[in-house]
């Protein structure tokens, strides 16, 4: 493999490389490392590149291989994690004022799994201050640019880690979700983001940003990849006491196994007449994929999605809140003047709001169960138009943006705050060549059929084979 072809490869092409010995450690992580030397100055994908320990722990995963301890499919791959994931001895800044010198003492769960596993961490990615907004304008490290065109957004908060993957600045990234955080900035950045189900992975080591809505997911080059991550990192952990009991499946093992006669459903009246053209011809297109690929795709309603998004918001912002009392007291003008002003906004929220926003956050994941019985996953648009330029960005960090019509709004918030499996695959491109994104979404710890269906689709299209201009 050339440079640029071992750059762009998935963990599933380059694993049997790996144990075969067909290919270094070495060699893959310095490869990666001369990119983001390269690259990230244009990209600002990173706040801190963990070089030496990338290189020192390539020479032990080759060791390990050369002397038959190979630990898996992850062994010797580089992968970055956005900067809110504990790493023992390397500094976590959550993107902030507040924590940029901070060294953990140690891992975050995610971070051990993936060490265990033999992943290699090559650094630590930007992100939105906090996790709390949606552009990855970051006023403290720079804001981070979209590799298919440097004038546009990541989306956020997991904007870092989506310029990361798609630029080939590593093979996989790990981010996060709160309303929309990993499967936008995939949608934006023409990668696969895929938020498991709440209780699925392990939180316990991140910096939380609100308790009952975040989640940990991976950003991947295709999802194959996103199945073997999740194997990776999922399952309980007595840290976190939200993790469910439940064995982790591999899956991977049924990615294959088609979808003929499944049933999705396809929530139109969300957002019939509110998409970007672009969006609209590409998901029109990804059903037809669908219909020819043997599943039965119908409409379904979801009238009590509409107040997904004030329930979404309304929790989030009265927990986010509460986590920085203590800052927003002590320290508020080490705050970014965007994230402040939302976590003071917090401050109005009531404990009554709050409640009847849970309530409210029941009666929807009700209504979602009982469509799940009538279908096996539902597929709507990830986003409703293709990345925003930079310039005017801190616009999008409205509760919904000015240029977000209301049902697809509620849509990309409704499978954080129900806490239902989704994913964001490539499924298109605008005229000026910007990603488009679809989500599939399933039921609880059904995490299996969404990565079939998503598989499906993506062997039957070319989408996410796709490289960005940034070279």
Not at 25 to 35: A, G, K
Not at 62 to 87: A, F, M, Q, V, W
Not at 394 to 400: E, I, R, S
Request: aromatic fraction near 6%; glycine fraction near 10%; charged fraction near 20%.
């Amino acid at each position: 493999m050339t440079a640029d072809e071992l750059a762009f490869a998935t963990i599933a092409e380059l694993a049997p490389r790996l144990r075969r010995r067909e290919l270094s450690p070495v060699e893959l992580v310095d490869t990666v490392l001369d990119r983001i030397a390269r690259l990230d100055p244009l990209l600002n994908a990173f706040i801190t590149v963990t070089d030496e320990e990338a290189r020192r722990a390539a020479q032990q995963a080759e060791e390990e291989i050369l002397h038959g301890t190979y630990r898996g499919p992850l062994h010797g791959i580089p992968i970055s994690l956005k900067d809110l994931y504990l790493t023992a001895g390397i500094r976590t800044t959550g993107g902030s004022r507040i924590l940029a010198d901070y060294i953990p003492r140690e891992d975050a769960t995610v971070t051990r799994r993936l060490r265990e596993a033999g992943a290699i961490l090559i650094g630590k990615t930007n992100l939105h201050e906090f996790a709390y907004g949606t552009t990855t304008i970051n006023p403290h490290f720079g804001t981070t640019r979209n590799p298919w065109n440097l004038e546009r957004i990541t989306a956020g908060s997991s904007g870092g880690s989506a310029a990361a993957v798609a630029a080939g600045l590593g093979v996989a990234s790990m981010g996060s979700e709160t309303g929309w955080s990993i499967r936008r900035p995939a949608a934006f950045c023409g990668v696969v983001g895929l938020k498991p189900t709440y209780g699925r992975v392990s939180r316990y080591g991140m910096l939380p940003a609100a308790w009952s809505l975040d989640h940990a997911g991976p950003l991947t080059r295709s999802v194959s990849d996103a199945a073997l991550v999740l194997s990776a990192i999922a399952g309980p952990d007595p840290h976190d006491p939200a993790t469910a009991a439940r064995p982790v499946p591999d899956f991977s093992a049924d990615l294959a196994g088609g979808i003929r006669g499944l049933r999705i459903g396809l929530p139109l009246h969300h957002y019939a007449g509110s998409l970007d053209p672009a969006v609209e011809r590409s998901i029109e297109q990804a059903v037809k994929v669908f219909g020819a690929l043997g599943a039965v795709v119908r409409e379904i309603s979801l009238p009590r999605a509409r107040y997904a998004g004030i329930a979404s918001s309304i929790i989030m912002s009265a927990e986010v809140t509460a986590a920085h009392g203590r800052w927003l007291r002590e320290r508020p003008a080490d705050y970014g003047s965007d994230v402040r002003e939302r976590i003071e906004a917090g401050l109005a929220i009531s404990a009554g709001d709050y409640l009847r926003a849970q309530r409210l956050r029941r009666w929807i994941a009700e209504e979602m169960a009982e469509v799940l019985h009538t279908v096996d996953v539902l597929v709507c648009p990830t986003t409703p138009q293709v990345a925003t330029p930079i310039a005017g960005g801190v616009a999008a960090l409205n509760d919904p943006p000015p240029t977000v019509a209301e049902g697809p709004f509620n849509l990309l918030r409704l499978f954080a705050l129900i806490g239902t499996p989704a994913i964001s695959i490539p499924c298109g491109f605008s005229d000026d060549g910007l990603p488009v994104g679809l989500t599939v979404a399933g039921r609880a710890f059904d995490e299996a059929t969404v990565l079939r269906v998503a598989w499906a689709y993506e062997q039957a299209t070319t989408w996410g084979k796709q490289r960005p201009p940034v070279q």
